[in-house]
């Protein structure tokens, strides 16, 4: 027995070791087939620079958007020459497999050197299949969900013909009135780095040589969601540790994940437009991250050094930008046109230039179309891939996790199916379009699911009444409001559909109030003197102030723009077949004049109290937010107990496990976000009363209990000193636990010197 036992282990033992050596022998196969594939694609790269001519550098450099009006035949033919003649090597805003097979045809069978063409277009939430608007599916702080819709995403451009999207948007967001806020996290960087990180694996797959991958960018680099006043386009002026302890950390994070690429932003920091931002750009971002991808200018953003005041001439602007690292110039054919002069003049080093091509054309290597530049081209793939039922499966799976319950008494929700007379009030409803939501890719009307139809897809229509009440989300006309009414008061309950149509957030879309726009608010007020219950739903980009609402609606759902599967998700979840989970990404104020308004906030020397005059507070309103960074209700209850720290004393490379008791103390499964913040109470310089540290969105069935577990390390206790060290200070730390960010348990631990 026992030499049969030896034999066994003599046994195991050899296939541990012959497990180890072919592991081993895999990984030294794959580290190999790296430096091959690295040192061919600098021999391309070296081939090709020591046969281009200057012109045709300088076209690498240089990218136009693809015009498609019936007037434009023209300048789509003078296109097509300058790819033959090298004076282009990359598109915006074309795709299909037919138009993009055509030009790169051109480009490798005609041009001097057939280097292929890259095709780039804004895949920001999804191309024909949308998604919800990323600010909304930061709301279900779930990575792994951002990461399945950017795969999504990156499969049907990639079957269309494009190689390359201008996403993700990884600007912190701390003023709703800035239009953008839609395409963002919101306004923390933990969970806007975790969002950012997962989105690019998504695009970008395990093999950037794939067929279904989209080379990443990583934007606005940077701080581009600090402008003043919210306009879009303004002055960011904010402090280096603000720079680096808010706005670069998802851009760090991306980077780490791998991003191909980075799009410089329209705005200044400290005097210095982004476009020219050299020491952040080549310093920061190439320098201190050791990032290898390229640079892309935005819109026009070159030739806007000019505004900005920092250079007299297109030249100028050209030479600026080159230098400080922004490789491709999108439109502004600056580089194009402006640049061989300078270059023969000695303004530009010819030895910049070259550094720039090189990424462009490592760029191209890496997307594999130096080996197959028509391998995003099939026919196939296009008509098979768009729309596939698995997306449109995805897409309301992530759609109704996107949800936020913010209020919801006397148990309003859900609605009973079996209910006989539902009206369903707002022209947003039924409006296809603003499903979609601002930037929606090659995404149709005509595929989007609207509220309206969700809701017949339910129950049955003869069970529905339907009145716009308003005629758009805008509009000062009260003509429908009579309409509304009496269907609402015939009614068992009223679904009111309120918010912002599509347009009202994106880029350039900024607001100066946060209130329902039009007549919205006096349609509210009417429909709620019927005495019926009403259920709000809001649709919408941005935080809203919705106080009148809050006070008197009894239920109210945060549904942003969810995309094509918008109406199905918001029926699963009105009518119980979902209970929502979702957790706000952002703060919403109760009124405009409070922004910025955000949870991380720095205490002050006079934190605001209420029966105290002289404190940080005002005169009229609340300081505290309507609902808080991290909120969201239930059709269940949780509750939160026994968090354990272990050990209670650690040294400042240690770490530390958080422990914490969640129960789901109602009758309805559910899932709950839990979230982990940090407060380091005394710093060499002050910190915030808050910091996102970590989360989990986890089930839990009706009345389970859960032990739930985190770990901290010097990562999360770390930050930037009066010198700009990021440092670990000993001193006590308070580690908060809890379904937002307002309503915690905490406990305390030490971190001590060595």
Not at 50 to 69: D, H, I, P, S
Request: charged residues 20%.
């Amino acid at each position: 027995m026992r030499i049969l036992d030896t034999c066994k282990s003599v046994a195991l033992i050899f296939i541990l070791l012959m497990f180890l050596r072919i592991s081993a022998q895999a990984q030294s196969q794959q580290s190999s087939n790296e430096i091959f594939a690295a040192m061919r694609m600098e021999s391309i790269v070296d081939s090709l620079l020591a046969k281009m001519t200057l012109q045709e550098k300088l076209g690498q450099l240089n990218q136009f958007r693809w015009v498609y009006g019936e007037n434009e035949e023209k300048i789509r033919e003078q296109y097509r020459a300058f790819v033959k003649e090298g004076k282009i090597g990359s598109f915006l805003g074309i795709f299909g497999v037919e138009k993009t097979r055509e030009l790169q045809r051109i480009a490798v069978e005609e041009s001097r050197l057939a280097i292929p063409l890259l095709f780039a277009f804004d895949v920001i939430h999804g191309f024909r299949t949308i998604f919800p608007v990323p600010l909304g599916e930061a709301a279900s702080w779930e990575p792994a969900d951002a990461e399945k819709s950017a795969r999504i995403a990156a499969i049907e451009a990639a079957a269309s013909g494009l190689h390359w999207t201008y996403a993700p948007m990884l600007d912190i967001a701390r003023d709703p009135r800035w239009g953008r806020v839609v395409e963002g996290a919101g306004e923390d960087p933990y969970l806007g780095s975790q969002m950012a990180a997962a989105r690019v694996r998504g695009f970008q797959g395990a093999d950037l040589t794939a067929e279904n991958t989209l080379l990443a960018c990583a934007k606005h680099f940077v701080a581009y969601g600090a402008a003043e006043g919210g306009r879009d386009y303004n002055t960011a002026d904010i402090s280096e540790r603000t720079l680096r302890e808010i706005f670069l950390p998802p851009f760090k994070a991306a980077s780490d994940a791998g991003v191909a690429t980075v799009m410089a932003a329209f705005n200044e920091i400290a005097g210095i437009p982004m476009h020219a931002h050299g020491q952040l750009i080549n310093g920061v971002l190439r320098d201190e991250w050791n990032f290898p991808g390229l640079v892309v200018s935005d819109f026009t953003g070159i030739l806007e050094l000019q505004n900005h005041g920092v250079a007299g001439t297109r030249a100028d602007a050209g030479i600026l930008a080159l230098k400080a690292g922004v490789d491709i110039d999108m439109v502004s054919s600056s580089y194009l046109e402006d640049l061989p002069e300078a270059v023969r003049q000695g303004k530009m080093p010819m030895s910049v230039v070259d550094a720039a091509v090189a990424r462009v054309l490592r760029l191209k290597f890496q997307a594999g179309l130096f080996d197959d530049p028509f391998r995003y081209q099939n026919d196939e793939r296009e008509q098979n891939l768009l729309l596939h039922k698995n997306h449109l499966q995805a897409a309301r799976e992530i759609a109704r996790k996107s949800i936020v319950l913010l209020k919801n008494e006397n148990q309003t929700l859900p609605l009973a199916k079996s209910i006989k007379n539902l009206a369903v009030i707002g022209a947003l409803a039924n409006d296809n379009r603003a499903a979609l939501g601002s930037w929606h890719g090659a995404g149709r009307d005509e595929d989007a699911v609207t509220v309206l139809r969700g809701i017949r897809e339910v129950i049955p229509e003869e069970n529905i009444s339907f009145a716009n009440g308003y005629e758009n989300p805008e509009s000062l006309d009260k003509s429908g409001f009579a309409e509304a009414v009496a269907l609402a008061a015939k009614s068992e309950a009223v679904v009111l559909v309120l918010g912002e149509h599509g347009g009202m957030s994106g880029e350039a879309s900024n607001r100066s109030s946060l209130e329902l726009p039009g007549v919205q608010n006096q349609l509210a007020a009417a429909i709620h003197k019927t005495g019926k219950p009403v259920v709000v739903v809001l649709m919408n980009g941005r935080p809203l102030s919705i106080n009148w609402l809050d006070q008197n609606m009894p239920a109210i759902l945060e549904t942003w723009f969810l995309g094509t599967e918008m109406g199905h998700a918001v029926a699963d979840v009105l009518f119980g077949d979902y209970n929502p989970g979702g957790k706000l990404p952002i703060t919403f104020p109760r009124s405009v004049g409070q922004i910025p308004l955000y949870y991380n906030h720095k205490n002050t020397g006079r934190p605001p109290l209420k029966e105290v005059l002289w404190t940080s507070k005002y005169i009229d309103i609340d300081w505290t937010p309507l609902y808080p960074f991290g909120f969201g209700l239930s059709y269940t209850t949780f509750a939160y107990s026994n968090i354990v720290l272990n050990p209670k004393n650690i040294s400042p490379s240690g770490t530390l496990d958080v422990r914490v008791t969640v129960t789901n103390t109602g009758k309805v499964d559910g899932d709950e976000v839990v979230q982990l913040y940090i407060r380091d109470e005394v710093g060499s310089v002050t910190r915030p009363v808050k910091q996102l540290r970590n989360f989990k969105r986890l089930f839990f069935k009706a009345g389970e209990t859960k032990t739930v577990s985190f770990e901290l390390d010097a990562s999360d206790f770390s930050f930037y000193n009066a010198a700009m060290k990021k440092v670990v200070e000993p001193g006590y730390f308070t580690v908060f636990v809890g379904g937002n960010s307002q309503d915690v348990i905490e406990a305390r631990f030490e971190i001590r010197a060595h």
